[in-house]
């Protein structure tokens, strides 16, 4: 299975700020034949189920705030908050979906400092 | 839209069979494209894939989970169902149903993304 590594564990960004949340696969989610990276983005917040935020690693979900950008190369992707708001705060999962089962990454906790 | 709501036992005991179901309203589970997906989360942990049952009715699980698992629907209900045997306390987690994708990677179907969810249901397995 592919393992999905997110760092850090949790972190803490001012309101406003930038929020920077880190994935990386075990190997390359790229699919080359189509040039898609294979990665989903989840943002989960207490008492909830995880919501889809972004997918083909840079996509966003319709409804999504713009605040919210995926980026990266075949092994190593960014969820990044721009301006950090009081209802971003959350735990946050990566997915790869290049090989099966498809795998999460362990969560990362976004909290306002 | 689709909307979709898990039902079950909250406890089941060691060695015995967790059963749940997933109703799903505002949309067939015979049509539309979805996957009709189960994924269970771990108390404070990360997130399992554990298998879906297609719009047309093809399974496809997790190999971790594949010899206790089947997952299984009734269209006339539009509801769908999993059931895990021989369960011990590791099974303890929040299951949730999910509508998902598939992608196809080199001719292999992969599951892809997953949404929309349910909002979860927790079983514990104790005696």
């Known amino acids: 299975d592919i393992v999905m590594t997110q760092s850090p564990d949790s972190l803490a960004v001012s309101l406003g700020e930038r929020a920077t949340i880190n994935c990386k696969s075990s190997?390359?989610?790229?699919?080359?034949?189509?040039?898609?990276?294979?990665l989903a983005w989840y943002q989960q917040k207490p008492g909830q189920p995880p919501k889809l935020l972004i997918y083909w690693a840079s996509t966003r979900e319709s409804g999504v705030p713009d605040r919210f950008s995926g980026s990266g190369s075949g092994t190593d992707f960014t969820l990044t908050i721009s301006s950090l708001q009081a209802e971003d705060v959350a735990v946050y999962y990566c997915q790869q979906y290049y090989s099966s089962p498809p795998t999460f990454g362990g969560g990362t906790k976004v909290e306002i400092k | 839209q689709v909307q979709l709501q898990e039902s079950g036992p909250g406890l089941v005991k060691p060695s015995q069979t967790l059963s749940l179901t997933c109703t799903v309203s505002?949309?067939?589970?015979?049509?539309?494209?979805?996957?009709w997906t189960w994924i269970r989360q771990h108390p404070g942990k990360g997130l399992e894939w554990i298998g879906f049952?297609?719009?047309?009715?093809?399974?496809y699980y997790n190999p971790s989970l594949k010899s206790r698992l089947t997952i299984s629907r009734d269209t006339s209900k539009n509801q769908f169902s999993l059931k895990l045997t021989s369960v011990t306390a590791a099974d303890t987690a929040v299951y949730y149903c999910?509508?998902?994708?598939?992608?196809?990677?080199?001719?292999?179907?992969?599951?892809?993304?997953?949404?929309?969810w349910g909002q979860g249901t927790l079983v514990t397995v104790s005696s």
């Open positions: 049952i297609s719009y047309s009715g093809t399974t």
């Open positions: 505002g949309g067939s589970i015979g049509g539309g494209g979805y996957y």
């Open positions: 999910a509508g998902g994708s598939i992608t196809m990677v080199r001719g292999v179907m992969v599951p892809s993304w997953f949404d929309p």
């Open positions: 190997q390359s989610v790229l699919y080359n034949s189509n040039n898609k990276k294979n």
